[in-house]
């Protein structure tokens, strides 16, 4: 089955500093690639996803890329702000719907 | 407007017990459920995730069971808990259509003493 991996587990920026995380697939049949923000003690919720046939997506302060070829997708936040403190998720899906996470990131933005 | 249902939000339950963590979704048909489990600091296990009524596949082989007895109910079963089985235990549903955004319930925080 898929195996989604994701870097690093923690990521401490300053606030306006920009911050990436990382994350691979082992299943090349995946083509939904979702990231997920979860806030202490709340669900996940989902702040942007990406689809196979899409290289590049942007939500004003976020961005997400994705190279398929080397199946990795990455997270771009820019500007980073206290508010955007939380542990942040990856995951990949095939048409099964199978929808699998990676370990999650831990994102600390420092005042 | 569709939302989910998850319960209890907490649990404790001695070694050996049984469990039944229960998950309805309102406001839509079909759709996909999913049982995942969060490990203090870890990420989001997926255990199990039906397409459909009694349709259940299975992610990782342990003690847990999942059944869907009607098309908007989830139910994550054990017979016999295990210290290991503690963390919180999330349910999720998304659209019948492939590859669309998944809504978390609540969660379950579950301990096993």
């Known amino acids: 089955g898929e195996n989604v991996e994701q870097h690093p587990s923690t990521l401490s920026v300053q606030e306006g500093d920009s911050a990436v995380i990382k994350c691979t697939y082992s299943?090349?049949?995946?083509?939904?690639f979702p990231w997920y923000k979860q806030e202490l003690g709340k669900r996940p919720q989902l702040i942007i996803d990406?689809?196979?046939?899409?290289g590049e997506k942007k939500d004003q302060r976020i961005a997400v890329t994705l190279n398929k070829t080397a199946k990795h997708f990455s997270l771009h936040i820019t500007e980073t702000q206290p508010e955007d403190s939380a542990v942040y998720f990856c995951?990949?899906?095939?048409?099964?719907?199978?929808?699998?996470f990676g370990a999650g990131t831990r994102l600390t933005v420092k005042p | 407007s569709q939302t989910i249902h998850q319960w209890p939000a907490t649990l404790v339950q001695p070694v050996g017990s049984p469990l039944s963590l229960e998950c309805t979704v309102e406001?839509?048909?079909?759709?996909?459920l999913y049982w995942y489990r969060q490990a203090a600091g870890r990420g989001l296990q997926l255990l199990f995730y039906?397409?459909?009524?009694?349709?259940i596949s299975s992610e990782v082989p342990q003690n847990l069971s999942a059944s869907r007895p009607q098309d908007r109910q989830f139910i994550l079963s054990s017979k016999k808990l295990l210290l290991s089985d503690s963390g919180f235990y999330l349910c999720?549903?998304?659209?019948?259509?492939?590859?669309?955004?998944?809504?978390f319930g609540q969660g379950t925080r579950l301990t096993v003493v």
């Open positions: 999720a549903w998304s659209a019948i259509l492939p590859n669309t955004e998944a809504f």
């Open positions: 299943d090349s049949a995946s083509n939904y």
């Open positions: 990406i689809r196979s046939n899409v």
């Open positions: 995951a990949a899906s095939t048409n099964n719907n199978d929808m699998r």
């Open positions: 406001g839509t048909s079909n759709p996909n």
């Open positions: 039906s397409v459909g009524i009694g349709q």
